[in-house]
């Protein structure tokens, strides 16, 4: 048995949920890639994968195996390319994690001057509004706002983005604008479900003193977007980063609230697993994202306020 293929076979059908997909990824057969993950239980005796014909899941022990496979052929490709181009030199597959939203807002416009500077790379991008563990799940980076999650990772700033609460018009006729914080309590607050203290609001008022106001309402979900659309046809009022409201603002969609008592900014870090030596192409990456962060010509359509 070809341990590295069968290791290789193993984590790309846990990534796809697929042996026919993993199989195509890897340019092999589906028999073959079946073969290579039976294989590999037979060599370990025991099972990996629950199969059904309609899904794929980890089992304990697949889940286990799974996060020390992802680990070494990554270890093994950074191997191979220390000794083919030497240390250091940005090449392989760089696999990334973010926001749905702000993946689509501002990292997609990023991908071509990147990989226009660094051809060796190829992006492999997973766009999540949940905390995924990096570690565990084979990232090499993520892009975080707000909370960078584990205390095992390590975080290099790339600039904040400014939280914005507001409302449509239609609602602020029919509900009233709110003069301060604690009249949300009065209000049908929309809520981002990935939030520590989801049902928890934080201000600043003028005089630099913090405000934290319980608030509730109709709807929680695990998407910005769709808060933002909902507050927009009228449902109620959102808290959101201002890259996510912003074409809604200046469409008049959504009007702001609140413009004496601003939440706290929303730091945006780069987040990568704490290693001894960082491999070339995360370097690259995240040195890129900085320097991105740092200087003009953002895309208007993140509105992101990069204070770097």
């Known amino acids: 048995m070809n341990r590295f293929a069968a290791m290789q076979a193993f984590a790309k059908v846990v990534e796809l ?21 039976a294989d590999l239980e037979a060599h370990l005796d025991v099972r990996l994968l629950n199969r059904t014909t309609r899904s794929i899941s980890l089992t304990e022990a697949g889940r286990s195996f799974n996060e020390r496979c992802l680990q070494l052929l990554a270890d093994l490709e950074e191997a191979e390319l220390a000794a083919h181009a030497g240390r250091g030199r940005a ?21 071509a001057p990147f990989q226009a500077k660094h051809p060796d790379v190829r992006l492999d991008v997973s766009l999540s509004d949940r905390m995924v563990d990096i570690v565990e799940e084979g990232f090499d980076v993520a892009i975080r706002i707000g909370e960078s999650g584990s205390t095992s990772v390590i975080t290099r700033r ?25 009249q949300l309590a009065a209000h049908n607050c929309l809520i981002y479900e990935y939030l520590t203290n989801r049902s928890e609001w934080r201000f600043v008022d003028a005089a630099g003193r913090e405000l934290r106001v319980r608030v509730g309402g109709s709807l929680q979900t695990n998407n910005g977007d769709m808060l933002a659309s909902a507050a927009a ?37 780069a987040v990568y697993p704490s290693r001894r030596h960082l ?24 509105a992101m306020v990069s204070r770097v």
Not at 19 to 36: E, G, K, T
Not at 242 to 260: E, Q
Not at 284 to 301: M, N, Q, T
């Open 233 to 269: 046809f009228g449902l109620g009022i959102c808290c959101e980063p201002d890259f996510i409201v912003a074409a809604d603002l200046r469409a008049g969609r959504l009007v702001r609230v609140l413009a004496a008592f601003e939440p706290p900014a929303s730091v945006i870090h």
């Open 279 to 302: 491999s070339g192409k995360v370097r690259a990456f995240v040195d890129f994202l900085a320097e991105a962060s740092a200087i003009s010509g953002l895309p208007p359509a993140a």
């Open 17 to 37: 949920g697929s042996f026919a997909r993993a199989a195509a990824r890897l340019d092999i057969s589906a028999s073959a890639c079946s073969r290579h993950v």
């Open 91 to 111: 090449r392989g597959t760089l696999r990334v994690t973010c926001s749905v939203n702000f993946g689509l807002r501002y990292l997609a416009s990023l991908i």
């Open 158 to 182: 790339l600039g904040e983005t400014r939280m914005i609460t507001c409302a449509a018009p239609d609602y602020l006729k029919r509900c009233g604008t709110p003069a301060t914080p604690e």
